[in-house]
């Protein structure tokens, strides 16, 4: 009964947050992006079974009051990725028993880090192509209905026609990567708030990783050359190429700042780099060009293998 009754709060509090949009307010905007919170958070505290009744509540109630289109938005969107990256998290599995290792390997592998967050960038990728295809189903007409949307908001800014019109060109050409980007940071701000809210609590089942070890596997860099490359073909693959691009380049600037985090240890100023390389890349934005490069470049020359390599491995998450 516990679990029916905290599915059902989760549910009704995710699905609220996401109806909130229709309001129109601006505080709607960041409930519409903390929607998987309340989901994620039973998916860790109480199991992913909770979070899975707590969607299905959730999207039956959105489609009753708002219709099937706002119920499969919904259940795209917002209660798969939380029921899913819930799920995973809490996998694990046991190492093996011999008394020789039992010093050095914790009793449980747990889910690794990177591979939550090579999810995170498929489930950001999805939620943004399928929102791009509401528009239409080809490159030409996606792009018209960008450009008649933002040529709309330029037009009631009383920008001047030429000028609106070249910004409207140079919009609708990264609106796809920016809105994969907001998905990628919005997702991965939502699993880490939701484990902090239950370790916070003492709910959470597995101990608190090692943020710094963080790396997505090895594939992951083939799938982005690929990913890349056809986003130079023109037409929907390109589109699409360039959503996965966008998803899984914000995932190595997560690892960057993994990096960061790890090559810092010994800075005595450390406090500060990292506080000003946050800050830069919140308010700034380019920044963030220098953590994806730190990514990528660890995944390339294995920096924080050679760092653990000089001094000594990061300690071990005990269970």
Known sequence: MTGILIALAA?????????SIVSGALISLVLFYLAPLPLMVAALGWG???????????ALGLGLVFGIPYMAAFALTIALPAWWLGH???????????????NLAPALDWYPTGRLLAWTALFATLTTISALLTLGTDAETINAALRSGLSRIMGARGTATGEADRVVDALVVIAPGAATIIAMTTLTLNLWLSAKITTTSGRLKRPWPDLRTTMLPRAILIVLVVAVALSFLGGLLAIIAQIASSALLMAYAVTGFAVLHTVTQAFSGR??????????TLFIGWPLIGMISLGLADAVFGIRQAYWARRGPPPMPMT
């Open 11 to 19: 549910g009704l509090a995710s699905a609220t947050m996401f109806a």
């Open 48 to 58: 992913s079974a909770t979070a899975l009744v707590g969607g299905v509540i959730a």
């Open 88 to 102: 995973l998290t809490l996998l694990a599995r046991p190492v093996s028993s011999d008394p020789q290792l039992a």
């Open 271 to 280: 406090a500060f780099v990292l506080v000003a390389a946050y800050a830069a």
